[in-house]
């Protein structure tokens, strides 16, 4: 098969269309992970033994099951239960609640890697625990793990094809509609991999530098 270059300017349009909607995704369900994934890092430190178990049960759970699974339960399941998600809404919570678990990893080596001085030291002043958390822990404890979150967030965004199986139309979907019209794979699904490749490259530099940066 002869590459069509004449084709290929006819697609590119809509394949990023696509690689818009990927980047969305990627973005809220970013926010999503890193933000939930804090939270579960925190209440598996809880001084309640029910909620430390509760929240490592969920994480384990979440993490012992495949992605699609979830994206599926979230989009078919949840409306015989009355709610309904559109394609977008379950795929970014899907994405956002499966990478938490893993950021909640990363944030909870980062806390427990601040020196126990430091501990000793704000409870010495009295500090309100919420203060003591806000202004000595998460500041030291957050950039050092900056690396390892900028990592799961590049392997979300590679993952965000997966949403195509909910009626997502991001890259993915978008090249096959593509192929499905035209009969003719090579250009589109070819493209589709060269902007993940124009995404993920720079994106893994920046990891990189925060790595020499935090001493990792």
Do not use: C
Not at 158 to 172: C, D, F, Q, R
């Amino acid at each position: 098969m002869i590459w069509d270059w004449a084709y290929t300017w006819d697609i590119l349009p809509e394949l990023l269309r696509g690689l818009v909607v990927t980047v969305q995704a990627t973005l809220v369900g970013s926010v999503v992970a890193l933000v939930l994934g804090l939270v579960l890092a925190l209440l598996r430190r809880s001084r309640l033994a029910v909620i430390r178990i509760v929240t490592g049960g969920f994480v384990e759970f979440v993490r012992s099951t495949p992605l699609l699974v979830q994206l599926y339960f979230l989009f078919f399941v949840l409306p015989s239960l009355g709610i309904t998600l559109s394609g977008f809404q379950a795929g970014v919570i899907g994405l956002g609640v499966h990478y938490a678990t893993y950021t909640s990893e990363v944030y909870r080596a980062g806390i427990e890697g601040v020196p126990r001085g430091q501990w000793e030291a704000a409870t010495a002043l009295n500090l309100p625990s919420s203060r003591v958390w806000r202004s000595v822990i998460l500041p030291q404890a957050i950039p050092r793990v900056l690396p390892a979150l900028g990592n799961y967030v590049i392997a979300m965004f590679k993952e965000t094809p997966l949403l195509s199986a909910i009626t997502v139309l991001e890259m993915l979907a978008a090249a096959k509609g593509i192929g499905n019209q035209t009969f003719r794979y090579l250009e589109p699904l070819t493209l589709v991999g060269l902007l993940f490749l124009l995404v993920s490259l720079p994106a893994s530099f920046t990891v990189r530098r925060l790595e020499r940066r935090f001493g990792h």
